[in-house]
């Protein structure tokens, strides 16, 4: 993969850092977008580098990619010209009934999970239908396609990533520009200790008695779909641990 360029947000943990450390490995200059910081080991650190962007704000989208423009990459190429975008960022808060909802948990979903995931693609997608390509990956998830208790507006945000994977297809069919999106399952990561802020006792009994998806499991198919043919496009994939049917049949132990 070498001279490609990758973008991945929420670069700081769980799928995104592994999908960081995954290209990385295999040769691409990758970009991390998050609001904590992001090392990666010093041999690698050379075709690595970190943004501090905030996906809820289209301004310091723009601002970021205006930064990138002025850079190049080992290969003399513009830091700009992204061949892989991952829109990974997201995450939900709390299980709460519709009828109980907490305005800013809301806003915080709707604001990184679809509109943070449209001003990144926003920004970046011009750039790769000039050049006649490109390749997006789209993380949404299980929760998108089947519905559960408290999922309400996190599953509605996922349904309407997986809605914007389809239009974007069809938007972008003849531009050279692919679409892949990716529905995980239940993945051990920071996820669930966001969605509880903080309370680790709750956050650990999700994966107890099974054994979950890794961020890496997740990241072995997003480098799969963006490492294919450029004919080829891996539309829609769904990654679920063995451990897990659909949202309700999960094989627990304890
Ligand atoms: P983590 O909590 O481990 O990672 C989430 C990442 O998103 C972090 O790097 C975080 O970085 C980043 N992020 C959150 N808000 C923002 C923001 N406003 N701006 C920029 N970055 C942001 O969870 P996962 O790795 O599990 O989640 C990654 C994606 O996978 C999410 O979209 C999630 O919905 C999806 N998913 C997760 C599943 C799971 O079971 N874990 C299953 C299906 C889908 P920082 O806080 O530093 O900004
Ligand atoms: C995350 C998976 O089932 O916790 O998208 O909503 S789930």
């Not at 501090?52 to 723009?62: G, L, Q």
């Not at 190049?72 to 190429?77: K, P």
């Not at 513009?78 to 800013?104: C, F, Q, T």
């Not at 408290?150 to 349904?159: F, H, P, Q, R, S």
């Amino acid at each position: 993969m070498n001279a490609t360029t990758v973008l991945v947000t929420g670069a700081s943990s769980g799928i995104g850092l592994a999908c960081v450390m995954q290209f990385l490995q295999r040769g691409a200059n990758v970009i991390g977008w998050s609001r904590r910081p992001v090392e990666v080991p010093e041999h690698l650190g050379g075709r690595f580098i970190h943004q501090h962007v905030d996906v809820r704000s289209h301004d310091a989208v723009k601002h970021a990619v205006e930064q990138l423009h002025r850079g190049t990459s080992a290969q003399g190429r513009p830091w700009s010209e992204i061949d892989i975008l991952v829109n990974n960022a997201g995450l939900s808060r709390g299980l709460n009934p519709l009828h109980e909802g907490v305005d800013e948990d809301w806003e915080e979903m709707i604001d990184t999970n679809l509109k943070g995931l449209l001003w990144v693609t926003r920004e970046i997608l011009p750039g790769m239908v000039e050049r006649h390509r490109g390749t997006i990956v789209n993380i949404a998830s299980v929760a998108g396609i089947e519905a559960y208790r408290g999922g309400n507006v996190y599953c509605a945000t996922k349904a309407a990533v997986k809605m914007l994977s389809d239009t974007m297809q069809i938007d972008l069919l003849g531009s050279g520009v692919r679409v892949c999106n990716v529905d995980p399952g239940m993945v051990h990561t920071e996820f669930s200790q966001v969605r509880y802020r903080g309370d680790m006792e709750r956050a650990v009994r999700v994966y107890q008695g099974l054994t979950p998806l890794s961020g890496d499991d997740v990241a072995d198919v997003v480098v799969f779909a963006a490492t294919r043919p450029q004919h080829v496009t891996l539309q829609d994939i769904l990654i679920m641990p063995t451990d897990q049917a659909t949202i309700h049949h999960v094989n627990k132990k304890v």
